[in-house]
């Protein structure tokens, strides 16, 4: 492990975890790359006074945000909170989203800059949001996006609320929006009520490196906004990339976020000269995430020993300068006959394989519920159960009972139930890719 940040920064520490041993001819290697960030707190208060931050907002104000009547309201209320939060000096927009996006503040293309009054102004523009028309999110996102490009801000973030679904533009519009806007920011996404659909919002936040969530009743919209914007205001370093350098012969078969979400970032690659390929992570505050890296290496007799693969830390650099090292770890791979230590399974990678096999296990349970695949649906719903048990990934196995009768959580040994509400089948598959932290001995 290397720490190569500069001492005005947050400092970033990669610890690898894995069992390096495999038997003469094995070829996977699987290793936990846990990356850390800390000591960022210093900095993010220093960075605030240059203005380190650039967020829009943007709100659905379609036809079906007034029914009930308290979701509009409750919008309103939420925007105001959030925009409380954002530190002097952040630079800021809200928008209204209906099948086109219009700016509700400061207007005229432009970003804010908050401070007491602008903060005061912004409120009160919020008083004329109202309700009607569509659902067209590519337009908020692009109108989000010409705003922060504006900015010079080390952190471009958006945060959506949505009520419906995207109706008003065709999907392939939405996917090359996102495609677009990947990169330039982040954005956190929400949707009220249950009358969106789960995976528009989740393919929104993770296209964008964001988080997801439901808020089934809008009375709890101001207090998700303000953890959401308080957040973005701990971030203090952006577009941070894990590079993988792998030798002559090895070939990298995944890398995937595996805390605090389940996030597949394998399709994410970009070429980074001979051998070497950068994964985005987005911004970063005082915090720590896991990612699972399996790499197949050439097959190779009892005695030798390899160099698997090298993951760094990099953040990128100034048009024209190289990007700057801030840790490193490495991943090994030694053959032996030790048929003890070539079958061991590291407790970290045995862990990250649960909880990715269980967000996929609620998946496609949910999805088999939906079909009336009720044998496909128990199957699947009950090993979610057991290894929810198994890991102590209670938050989980709470979500589950309300789509399932447990008889043995063990076993995996469930019922479906026969009415589930659609708040909790949807907050139960939204949160699926949330994950626990593997129990330290």
Sequence with gaps: MANFAKPSAPRFS?????NEFL??????????VTVTSSG???????AAARGSAAVVIMVDCSGSMEYPPDKMRGAREATAAAIDTLRDGTAFAVVAGTHVAKEVYPGQG?????DPATRARAKEALRGLSSGGGTAIGTWLRLADGLLRQSSATIRHGILLTDGRNEHEDPAVLRATLDACAGRFTCDARGVGTDWEVKEVT??????????DIVADPAHLTEDFTLMMENVMGKEVADVALRLWTPVGVEIQYVKQVAPTVQDLSDRRTGAGPRAGDYPTGSWGDE?????VCVRVPAASVGQEMLAARATLLLPGAPDEPPTTLAQGLVRAVWTDDLAASTAINPQVAHYTGQAELAQAIQQGLEARKLGDVGGATAKLGRAVQLASVSGNADTAKLLAK??????????????KAKVADADEMTLETRSIQTVRVKKS
């Design 40 to 46: 960022g707190a210093t900095a993010t208060r220093a």
């Design 23 to 32: 038997p003469e001819g094995g070829r996977d290697v699987h290793a936990i």
């Design 288 to 292: 720590s995430r896991e990612y699972h």
């Design 110 to 114: 432009r970003l804010a800059v908050a």
């Design 203 to 212: 393919g929104i936040a993770s296209a964008l490196l964001g988080s997801a």
């Design 14 to 18: 990669v610890e690898v975890y894995q």
């Design 403 to 416: 789509v399932v009768d447990v008889v043995d959580a063990a076993a995996g040994t469930v019922r479906l």
